[in-house]
Protein backbone atom coordinates (compact mmCIF):
# COMPACT_ATOMS: atom_id res chain seq x y z
CA UNK A 1 0.00 0.00 0.00
CA UNK A 2 2.86 2.21 0.93
CA UNK A 3 4.94 1.71 -2.54
CA UNK A 4 1.83 2.48 -4.26
CA UNK A 5 0.92 5.99 -2.17
CA UNK A 6 4.72 6.75 -2.64
CA UNK A 7 4.56 5.61 -6.13
CA UNK A 8 1.17 7.82 -6.99
CA UNK A 9 2.80 10.85 -5.40
CA UNK A 10 6.26 10.38 -7.96
CA UNK A 11 4.35 9.93 -10.85
CA UNK A 12 2.19 13.29 -9.92
CA UNK A 13 5.63 15.17 -8.90
CA UNK A 14 7.01 14.65 -12.50
CA UNK A 15 3.77 15.41 -14.13
CA UNK A 16 3.57 18.77 -12.17
CA UNK A 17 7.59 19.51 -13.05
CA UNK A 18 6.50 18.71 -16.58
CA UNK A 19 3.50 20.68 -16.86
CA UNK A 20 5.51 23.73 -15.67
CA UNK A 21 7.91 23.48 -17.68
CA UNK A 22 5.81 23.33 -20.60
CA UNK A 23 3.65 26.78 -18.96
CA UNK A 24 7.11 28.50 -18.46
CA UNK A 25 8.21 27.84 -22.25
CA UNK A 26 5.09 29.24 -23.00
CA UNK A 27 4.84 31.99 -21.06
CA UNK A 28 8.98 33.17 -21.49
CA UNK A 29 10.08 32.02 -24.58
CA UNK A 30 12.88 29.26 -25.34
CA UNK A 31 14.30 27.86 -22.52
CA UNK A 32 17.26 27.19 -24.23
CA UNK A 33 20.98 26.93 -22.57
CA UNK A 34 24.63 27.63 -23.12
CA UNK A 35 27.84 28.71 -21.63
CA UNK A 36 25.86 31.81 -20.10
CA UNK A 37 22.74 30.24 -18.75
CA UNK A 38 19.47 30.74 -20.63
CA UNK A 39 19.60 31.74 -23.99
CA UNK A 40 17.96 35.45 -24.52
CA UNK A 41 15.24 36.02 -26.42
CA UNK A 42 12.63 38.34 -28.15
CA UNK A 43 9.83 38.39 -25.52
CA UNK A 44 8.12 41.12 -27.34
CA UNK A 45 7.82 42.27 -30.78
CA UNK A 46 9.20 43.41 -33.13
CA UNK A 47 6.45 45.82 -33.77
CA UNK A 48 6.57 49.03 -36.22
CA UNK A 49 5.12 52.50 -35.39
CA UNK A 50 5.53 55.83 -37.28
CA UNK A 51 7.81 58.33 -36.44
CA UNK A 52 5.90 60.94 -38.29
CA UNK A 53 4.10 61.99 -41.30
CA UNK A 54 4.53 59.59 -44.08
CA UNK A 55 3.94 60.69 -47.69
CA UNK A 56 6.76 60.79 -50.40
CA UNK A 57 9.12 59.99 -47.35
CA UNK A 58 8.90 58.54 -44.34
CA UNK A 59 10.57 57.20 -40.77
CA UNK A 60 9.45 54.69 -38.93
CA UNK A 61 10.38 52.84 -35.32
CA UNK A 62 10.73 49.57 -34.83
CA UNK A 63 10.66 47.97 -31.49
CA UNK A 64 10.83 45.16 -29.38
CA UNK A 65 12.12 43.91 -25.81
CA UNK A 66 14.69 41.16 -25.03
CA UNK A 67 14.40 38.75 -21.51
CA UNK A 68 17.65 39.86 -20.76
CA UNK A 69 19.47 43.10 -21.18
CA UNK A 70 21.28 43.18 -24.29
CA UNK A 71 22.98 46.09 -26.85
CA UNK A 72 20.48 46.88 -29.32
CA UNK A 73 21.43 45.59 -32.83
CA UNK A 74 19.57 45.58 -35.94
CA UNK A 75 19.70 45.62 -39.97
CA UNK A 76 17.18 46.61 -42.30
CA UNK A 77 17.49 45.80 -46.07
CA UNK A 78 15.26 47.32 -49.12
CA UNK A 79 13.50 43.36 -50.52
CA UNK A 80 15.52 42.18 -53.05
CA UNK A 81 18.99 43.67 -52.20
CA UNK A 82 21.73 42.62 -49.95
CA UNK A 83 22.87 45.78 -49.50
CA UNK A 84 21.75 46.86 -45.86
CA UNK A 85 20.39 50.15 -45.77
CA UNK A 86 20.86 50.21 -41.78
CA UNK A 87 22.94 48.97 -39.73
CA UNK A 88 23.96 48.87 -36.14
CA UNK A 89 25.41 47.39 -33.27
CA UNK A 90 24.69 50.07 -30.24
CA UNK A 91 28.20 50.97 -28.28
CA UNK A 92 26.61 51.98 -24.83
CA UNK A 93 24.90 49.72 -22.32
CA UNK A 94 22.81 47.28 -22.68
CA UNK A 95 18.87 47.25 -22.57
CA UNK A 96 15.60 44.84 -22.36
CA UNK A 97 13.49 47.35 -24.57
CA UNK A 98 14.98 48.24 -27.97
CA UNK A 99 13.77 51.48 -29.89
CA UNK A 100 15.25 52.16 -33.26
CA UNK A 101 14.56 54.68 -35.93
CA UNK A 102 13.89 53.21 -40.22
CA UNK A 103 14.55 57.14 -41.80
CA UNK A 104 14.12 57.86 -45.08
CA UNK A 105 12.19 54.94 -46.50
CA UNK A 106 9.86 55.24 -50.02
CA UNK A 107 6.17 54.59 -50.10
CA UNK A 108 5.11 51.55 -51.51
CA UNK A 109 8.40 49.96 -50.60
CA UNK A 110 8.70 46.50 -49.22
CA UNK A 111 11.70 46.23 -46.34
CA UNK A 112 13.16 43.70 -44.30
CA UNK A 113 14.18 43.98 -40.59
CA UNK A 114 15.70 41.82 -38.23
CA UNK A 115 17.27 42.25 -35.02
CA UNK A 116 21.78 40.67 -35.36
CA UNK A 117 22.92 38.17 -33.48
CA UNK A 118 25.31 39.61 -30.80
CA UNK A 119 28.23 37.78 -29.54
CA UNK A 120 27.11 34.48 -28.79
CA UNK A 121 23.68 35.97 -27.33
CA UNK A 122 21.86 35.03 -30.25
CA UNK A 123 18.02 35.80 -30.16
CA UNK A 124 15.22 34.16 -31.59
CA UNK A 125 14.28 36.95 -34.17
CA UNK A 126 13.25 35.53 -37.31
CA UNK A 127 13.26 38.81 -39.02
CA UNK A 128 10.48 40.68 -39.90
CA UNK A 129 9.06 42.14 -43.43
CA UNK A 130 7.14 44.92 -44.37
CA UNK A 131 5.45 47.52 -47.18
CA UNK A 132 5.58 51.15 -46.82
CA UNK A 133 2.12 53.10 -47.34
CA UNK A 134 1.53 54.55 -50.90
CA UNK A 135 2.15 58.27 -51.69
CA UNK A 136 -0.65 61.17 -52.04
CA UNK A 137 -2.54 60.57 -55.31
CA UNK A 138 -2.39 56.80 -54.87
CA UNK A 139 -5.38 53.99 -53.85
CA UNK A 140 -5.02 53.13 -50.31
CA UNK A 141 -6.61 50.88 -47.47
CA UNK A 142 -6.03 50.46 -43.78
CA UNK A 143 -8.18 49.21 -40.89
CA UNK A 144 -9.61 50.16 -38.02
CA UNK A 145 -10.86 48.38 -34.81
CA UNK A 146 -10.71 48.62 -31.57
CA UNK A 147 -11.43 46.49 -27.79
CA UNK A 148 -9.49 43.91 -28.40
CA UNK A 149 -9.08 43.19 -24.68
CA UNK A 150 -9.98 40.04 -22.28
CA UNK A 151 -10.27 37.42 -24.91
CA UNK A 152 -7.05 36.71 -26.84
CA UNK A 153 -8.54 33.98 -28.74
CA UNK A 154 -11.33 35.78 -29.92
CA UNK A 155 -8.52 38.86 -30.86
CA UNK A 156 -6.41 36.46 -32.52
CA UNK A 157 -9.06 35.71 -35.27
CA UNK A 158 -9.60 39.60 -35.91
CA UNK A 159 -5.87 39.81 -35.66
CA UNK A 160 -5.04 36.99 -38.49
CA UNK A 161 -7.99 37.95 -40.79
CA UNK A 162 -6.89 41.94 -40.98
CA UNK A 163 -3.17 40.58 -41.61
CA UNK A 164 -4.68 39.02 -44.99
CA UNK A 165 -5.74 42.23 -45.78
CA UNK A 166 -2.66 43.71 -46.41
CA UNK A 167 -3.31 47.27 -44.95
CA UNK A 168 -1.05 50.52 -45.07
CA UNK A 169 -1.66 50.55 -41.52
CA UNK A 170 -4.49 50.16 -38.39
CA UNK A 171 -5.64 52.31 -36.35
CA UNK A 172 -6.54 50.60 -32.94
CA UNK A 173 -9.72 52.67 -31.13
CA UNK A 174 -8.47 52.04 -27.82
CA UNK A 175 -9.39 49.10 -24.66
CA UNK A 176 -6.22 47.41 -25.95
CA UNK A 177 -6.07 45.02 -23.14
CA UNK A 178 -8.23 44.86 -19.60
CA UNK A 179 -6.44 46.81 -17.41
CA UNK A 180 -3.04 48.16 -19.06
CA UNK A 181 -1.18 48.76 -15.59
CA UNK A 182 -0.64 45.28 -15.56
CA UNK A 183 2.13 44.34 -17.45
CA UNK A 184 1.35 40.80 -18.36
CA UNK A 185 -1.60 41.31 -19.80
CA UNK A 186 -0.23 43.42 -22.63
CA UNK A 187 1.75 40.12 -23.53
CA UNK A 188 -1.22 37.94 -23.06
CA UNK A 189 -4.21 40.18 -24.72
CA UNK A 190 -2.23 42.14 -26.91
CA UNK A 191 1.49 40.91 -28.10
CA UNK A 192 1.04 37.55 -28.33
CA UNK A 193 -3.04 37.23 -30.21
CA UNK A 194 -1.37 39.89 -32.59
CA UNK A 195 2.15 38.40 -33.19
CA UNK A 196 1.81 38.16 -36.74
CA UNK A 197 0.20 41.09 -37.66
CA UNK A 198 2.23 43.81 -35.46
CA UNK A 199 5.38 42.34 -37.32
CA UNK A 200 4.80 43.68 -40.54
CA UNK A 201 1.64 47.07 -39.80
CA UNK A 202 2.48 49.98 -38.21
CA UNK A 203 -0.36 50.43 -35.13
CA UNK A 204 -1.60 54.23 -34.59
CA UNK A 205 -3.53 53.99 -30.73
CA UNK A 206 -6.02 55.52 -29.75
CA UNK A 207 -6.36 55.97 -25.90
CA UNK A 208 -8.95 53.76 -24.02
CA UNK A 209 -10.45 53.99 -20.94
CA UNK A 210 -9.24 50.35 -20.05
CA UNK A 211 -5.52 51.10 -20.84
CA UNK A 212 -5.92 54.01 -17.59
CA UNK A 213 -3.48 56.01 -18.66
CA UNK A 214 -0.71 53.78 -17.43
CA UNK A 215 2.52 54.46 -18.04
CA UNK A 216 2.90 50.62 -20.01
CA UNK A 217 0.97 52.41 -22.75
CA UNK A 218 2.89 55.47 -23.10
CA UNK A 219 6.45 53.00 -22.95
CA UNK A 220 4.90 50.49 -26.21
CA UNK A 221 3.40 53.06 -27.75
CA UNK A 222 6.31 55.89 -27.04
CA UNK A 223 4.20 58.69 -27.16
CA UNK A 224 7.65 60.62 -27.84
CA UNK A 225 7.37 59.45 -31.38
CA UNK A 226 3.50 60.89 -31.90
CA UNK A 227 5.15 64.25 -33.31
CA UNK A 228 6.45 65.26 -36.43
CA UNK A 229 10.37 65.17 -37.33
CA UNK A 230 11.74 62.79 -34.70
CA UNK A 231 15.18 62.58 -36.01
CA UNK A 232 17.27 60.81 -33.09
CA UNK A 233 16.58 57.84 -30.99
CA UNK A 234 16.97 59.39 -27.92
CA UNK A 235 13.51 61.40 -28.30
CA UNK A 236 11.98 58.04 -28.32
CA UNK A 237 12.76 57.83 -24.41
CA UNK A 238 11.12 61.04 -23.47
CA UNK A 239 9.09 61.16 -20.48
CA UNK A 240 5.34 60.41 -21.07
CA UNK A 241 3.70 62.94 -23.32
CA UNK A 242 0.14 63.35 -24.51
CA UNK A 243 -2.36 61.03 -26.38
CA UNK A 244 -3.59 63.79 -28.92
CA UNK A 245 -1.70 63.68 -32.05
CA UNK A 246 -2.39 63.60 -35.41
CA UNK A 247 -0.67 61.79 -38.56
CA UNK A 248 -0.76 62.08 -42.65
CA UNK A 249 -0.56 58.99 -44.48
CA UNK A 250 -0.71 59.21 -47.84
CA UNK A 251 -3.71 61.26 -48.77
CA UNK A 252 -5.12 60.88 -45.19
CA UNK A 253 -5.03 63.36 -42.26
CA UNK A 254 -5.67 61.50 -39.22
CA UNK A 255 -6.42 63.25 -36.06
CA UNK A 256 -6.84 60.98 -32.77
CA UNK A 257 -7.86 62.39 -29.37
CA UNK A 258 -8.30 61.39 -26.14
CA UNK A 259 -11.79 61.48 -24.88
CA UNK A 260 -11.68 60.00 -21.63
CA UNK A 261 -11.45 63.50 -20.44
CA UNK A 262 -14.47 65.73 -19.43
CA UNK A 263 -14.38 68.55 -21.47
CA UNK A 264 -17.72 70.25 -20.17
CA UNK A 265 -18.31 71.81 -16.99
CA UNK A 266 -20.83 70.74 -14.27
CA UNK A 267 -23.64 72.86 -15.81
CA UNK A 268 -23.93 70.89 -19.35
CA UNK A 269 -27.02 73.33 -20.50
CA UNK A 270 -23.52 75.57 -20.75
CA UNK A 271 -21.57 73.29 -22.56
CA UNK A 272 -18.59 74.98 -21.22
CA UNK A 273 -15.07 73.14 -22.75
CA UNK A 274 -12.83 73.00 -19.92
CA UNK A 275 -10.56 70.41 -21.15
CA UNK A 276 -6.98 71.30 -22.72
CA UNK A 277 -7.13 69.20 -25.75
CA UNK A 278 -10.53 70.74 -26.47
CA UNK A 279 -8.81 73.67 -27.34
CA UNK A 280 -6.15 71.44 -29.51
CA UNK A 281 -8.53 69.30 -31.48
CA UNK A 282 -10.41 73.02 -32.31
CA UNK A 283 -7.03 74.08 -33.57
CA UNK A 284 -6.48 70.94 -35.43
CA UNK A 285 -10.00 70.95 -37.63
CA UNK A 286 -9.58 74.75 -37.78
CA UNK A 287 -6.39 74.55 -39.84
CA UNK A 288 -6.73 73.80 -44.07
CA UNK A 289 -6.76 70.13 -44.65
CA UNK A 290 -3.31 68.77 -45.48
CA UNK A 291 -4.46 65.74 -47.36
CA UNK A 292 -7.66 64.71 -48.90
CA UNK A 293 -9.15 62.62 -46.70
CA UNK A 294 -9.20 64.07 -42.80
CA UNK A 295 -10.70 61.74 -40.39
CA UNK A 296 -10.75 61.75 -36.48
CA UNK A 297 -10.35 58.48 -34.14
CA UNK A 298 -11.30 58.55 -30.38
CA UNK A 299 -12.57 55.93 -28.27
CA UNK A 300 -15.90 56.99 -26.80
CA UNK A 301 -18.65 57.33 -28.96
CA UNK A 302 -21.01 60.40 -30.09
CA UNK A 303 -24.08 58.11 -31.08
CA UNK A 304 -24.80 54.39 -29.92
CA UNK A 305 -27.14 52.06 -29.49
CA UNK A 306 -24.81 49.68 -27.16
CA UNK A 307 -24.77 49.01 -23.54
CA UNK A 308 -22.46 52.32 -22.64
CA UNK A 309 -24.86 54.20 -25.09
CA UNK A 310 -24.31 57.70 -26.52
CA UNK A 311 -21.00 59.97 -24.50
CA UNK A 312 -22.41 63.41 -23.54
CA UNK A 313 -18.81 64.31 -22.87
CA UNK A 314 -18.52 64.16 -27.01
CA UNK A 315 -22.03 64.57 -27.77
CA UNK A 316 -22.16 68.18 -26.32
CA UNK A 317 -19.14 69.18 -27.02
CA UNK A 318 -17.44 67.87 -29.84
CA UNK A 319 -20.15 67.11 -32.22
CA UNK A 320 -20.48 70.57 -32.64
CA UNK A 321 -17.17 70.95 -33.50
CA UNK A 322 -17.69 68.39 -36.14
CA UNK A 323 -20.35 69.91 -37.41
CA UNK A 324 -18.48 72.99 -38.10
CA UNK A 325 -15.51 71.79 -39.57
CA UNK A 326 -16.97 68.71 -40.97
CA UNK A 327 -14.49 65.90 -41.07
CA UNK A 328 -14.94 63.02 -43.11
CA UNK A 329 -15.96 60.48 -40.90
CA UNK A 330 -15.22 59.77 -37.23
CA UNK A 331 -14.00 56.67 -36.02
CA UNK A 332 -15.02 55.65 -32.47
CA UNK A 333 -15.14 52.23 -29.54
CA UNK A 334 -16.28 51.75 -26.27
CA UNK A 335 -19.41 49.41 -27.06
CA UNK A 336 -18.73 46.16 -28.29
CA UNK A 337 -20.07 45.99 -31.56
CA UNK A 338 -20.06 47.46 -35.02
CA UNK A 339 -22.95 50.73 -35.31
CA UNK A 340 -22.85 53.27 -38.40
CA UNK A 341 -24.57 56.34 -37.55
CA UNK A 342 -25.43 59.64 -39.90
CA UNK A 343 -25.93 62.76 -38.32
CA UNK A 344 -25.69 66.45 -39.94
CA UNK A 345 -23.75 64.56 -42.92
CA UNK A 346 -21.05 63.23 -41.05
CA UNK A 347 -20.50 59.38 -40.72
CA UNK A 348 -19.98 58.01 -37.19
CA UNK A 349 -18.49 54.22 -36.93
CA UNK A 350 -18.33 52.64 -34.20
CA UNK A 351 -15.77 49.69 -34.60
CA UNK A 352 -14.95 47.48 -31.14
CA UNK A 353 -15.34 44.04 -32.33
CA UNK A 354 -11.83 42.98 -31.41
CA UNK A 355 -12.62 40.43 -29.25
CA UNK A 356 -14.06 41.62 -25.93
CA UNK A 357 -17.46 40.71 -25.10
CA UNK A 358 -20.44 41.60 -27.50
CA UNK A 359 -22.98 44.25 -26.36
CA UNK A 360 -26.38 43.68 -28.05
CA UNK A 361 -28.66 46.67 -28.56
CA UNK A 362 -29.99 48.14 -25.52
CA UNK A 363 -29.75 51.82 -26.01
CA UNK A 364 -31.79 54.35 -28.36
CA UNK A 365 -29.77 55.59 -31.06
CA UNK A 366 -32.07 57.45 -33.42
CA UNK A 367 -29.17 58.48 -35.83
CA UNK A 368 -28.49 54.39 -36.46
CA UNK A 369 -28.11 53.49 -39.75
CA UNK A 370 -26.72 49.97 -39.18
CA UNK A 371 -25.69 47.74 -35.71
CA UNK A 372 -24.11 44.35 -35.41
CA UNK A 373 -23.00 42.32 -32.46
CA UNK A 374 -20.09 40.79 -33.50
CA UNK A 375 -16.51 40.15 -33.68
CA UNK A 376 -15.04 42.22 -36.59
CA UNK A 377 -12.74 44.82 -38.16
CA UNK A 378 -13.40 47.83 -40.65
CA UNK A 379 -11.71 47.99 -43.95
CA UNK A 380 -11.39 51.48 -45.51
CA UNK A 381 -10.13 51.91 -49.01
CA UNK A 382 -9.06 55.65 -50.34
CA UNK A 383 -9.40 55.95 -53.86
CA UNK A 384 -9.35 59.48 -55.33
CA UNK A 385 -12.82 61.28 -54.62
CA UNK A 386 -13.96 57.68 -53.05
CA UNK A 387 -13.81 56.49 -49.66
CA UNK A 388 -15.48 52.81 -49.19
CA UNK A 389 -16.02 51.57 -45.67
CA UNK A 390 -16.47 47.81 -45.10
CA UNK A 391 -16.91 45.91 -41.90
CA UNK A 392 -16.01 42.50 -41.99
CA UNK A 393 -16.16 39.42 -39.42
CA UNK A 394 -12.86 37.61 -39.06
CA UNK A 395 -14.40 34.44 -42.00
CA UNK A 396 -14.58 37.60 -44.58
CA UNK A 397 -18.73 38.20 -44.24
CA UNK A 398 -19.15 41.61 -44.83
CA UNK A 399 -21.52 43.22 -41.80
CA UNK A 400 -21.88 46.70 -43.64
CA UNK A 401 -20.58 48.55 -46.56
CA UNK A 402 -20.39 52.29 -47.44
CA UNK A 403 -19.14 54.57 -49.69
CA UNK A 404 -18.58 58.38 -48.78
CA UNK A 405 -18.32 60.82 -52.15
CA UNK A 406 -16.84 64.04 -52.10
CA UNK A 407 -18.67 66.75 -53.74
Not at 61 to 88: H, I, M, N
Not at 370 to 383: I, N
Request: aromatic share 10%.
Amino acid sequence: MKRTVISAILIITILCGVIAAIIISQDKGPAVSYSGGIKPFISRGPYLQFAGHFQNTGTMVAAWETSTPQPTSFVVYRKGSKKALVSKISKGGRTTRHKVLLPDLTPDTEYKFACRKIAGHETNSSGIEFRTPKPPGSAQEFVVYGDSRYQPKEHAKVSKAILKEKPAFIIHTGDFVSDGRISSQWDTEWFRPAKEMLKSIPVLPVLGNHEYNAAEYYRIFDYATMKSGITSVSELLKPKGSPDYTRIIGDVEIIVIDTNRNFISGDRSRNIPISANYAWLKEKLEAPRKAKWRIVCMHNPAFSSGMHGSSDNVFYVLVPLFNKYKPDIVFCGHDHCYERSEYKGITYITTAGGGAPLYKKTKKNPFSKCFKAAYHYTLVETDGDKMTITAKKPDGTVLDSTTITKK
